[in-house]
Nanobody, 114 residues
Framework: VQLQASGGGLVQPGGSLRLSCAAS????????MAWYRQAPGAQRELVAR???????NYADSVKGRFTISRDNDKNTVYLQMSSLKPEDTAVYYC?????????WGQGTQVTVSS
């Protein structure tokens, strides 16, 4: 299984970014997909999840600002991030869950700073 995350970068507070995660070698359409993040010195935390049935859930800290979506034709999951705050700075990881298996991508850095 390969998960290739992209779209990170440096953005000013209040700005937006869209992360993408392209999956391969996995039956994407029946996998639950998620974005996690890990800030320096902190534990990895769940940001958003979208199930194979398109149900979504979000961390309280990002509700109303972030939107997770998926395109099963492109085997890709997205995270649209708006109204970014400095505390959103972290490495963002894509995760795929299929039955009792869990797979991780390599992470993409998001830095929110003026």
């Amino acid at each position: 299984v390969q998960l290739q995350a992209s779209g990170g970068g440096l953005v000013q507070p209040g700005g937006s970014l869209r992360l993408s995660c392209a999956a391969s070698r996995i039956v994407f359409s029946i996998s639950d997909m998620a974005w996690y993040r890990q800030a320096p010195g902190a534990q990895r935390e769940l940001v958003a999840r979208i199930t194979s049935g398109f149900s979504t859930n979000y961390a309280d800290s990002v509700k109303g600002r972030f939107t997770i979506s998926r395109d099963n034709d492109k085997n890709t999951v997205y995270l649209q991030m708006s109204s970014l705050k400095p505390e959103d700075t972290a490495v963002y990881y894509c995760n795929a869950g299929l039955r009792d298996m869990s797979f991780w991508g390599q992470g993409t850095q998001v830095t929110v700073s003026s």
